[in-house]
């Protein structure tokens, strides 16, 4: 399988399910052999995600890439000896790092729900190829990633202008939105993965979803007031 087909989700998975360390190894840069080129993505993959590791608490060195021909048997076996040290020195996941396993689940399992929103901002420079080696250290920088954390984008709909059509609702990848036919829709925030699929379906004429960055949400809208109360037509 192409390097190019392992998502940021997946990475964060094998750490969640408490893998000490991931290796990553691909075919040598511009020798692909479909002309995909898909090395790069998983090179700006593994970048960005050793700068979120870092931002939760987590030793970068725990994610690992490399690119070697399928006959260099030898160098593989002297990267992987080398890699085994490190996550051997670097200790169990976590507790090498001093966090708890509590406090380790809940920062894993909220990055990993943030996967799409932060594939979305973030999509530009994953789609970039990186030529020079000296650029790898300071592509993603660490301002960066804070502010990608510190400000993540939410979705509300404002219950002045929701019409109840449920365009939103069907088009969650998550069912993240309640409501119903006549009933004003709320999305809850704690399923919403920050995707922006409501915010883009919504009809322009309602314009109901709003986004919302580096401020709270509103609170929802009572169920007892949900109804949609239309006028009549005259």
Do not use: W
């Amino acid at each position: 399988m192409c390097t190019g087909r392992v998502d940021l989700e997946l990475v964060l998975q094998a750490f969640a399910n408490g893998a000490d360390g991931v290796f990553i190894g691909g075919c040598r840069l511009n020798e692909c052999t479909y002309t995909t080129q898909g090395n790069y993505d998983a090179l700006n993959m593994v970048l960005l995600c050793k700068g979120i590791l870092e931002h939760i608490g987590l030793s970068p060195e725990r994610l690992r890439i490399e690119f070697m021909s399928s006959g260099e048997g030898n160098l593989f076996a002297e990267i992987m000896n080398d890699f085994g040290k490190k996550v051997t020195e670097l200790g169990s996941l976590g507790t090498g790092e001093g966090m708890s396993e509590a406090g380790l689940k809940s920062k894993l399992a909220e990055t990993i729900r943030l996967v799409p929103y932060i594939k979305q901002v973030m999509n530009d420079k994953l789609g970039t190829r990186l030529y020079d080696p000296a650029e790898y250290d300071s592509f993603f920088t660490k301002d960066e990633i804070d502010k990608l954390f510190s400000e993540v984008t939410s979705f509300y709909i404002d219950p002045q202008k929701c019409q109840a059509c449920m365009i939103c609702g069907r088009r969650c990848p998550v069912e993240a939105i309640a409501g119903g036919r006549n009933l004003i829709h709320v999305i809850d925030q704690e399923k919403c993965i920050k995707c922006g699929t409501c915010f883009e379906v919504c009809p322009a004429r309602f314009s109901a979803v709003e986004k919302l960055s580096g401020k709270p949400v509103p609170p929802p809208i009572p169920e007892k007031a949900r109804a949609l109360v239309r006028e009549a037509k005259s």
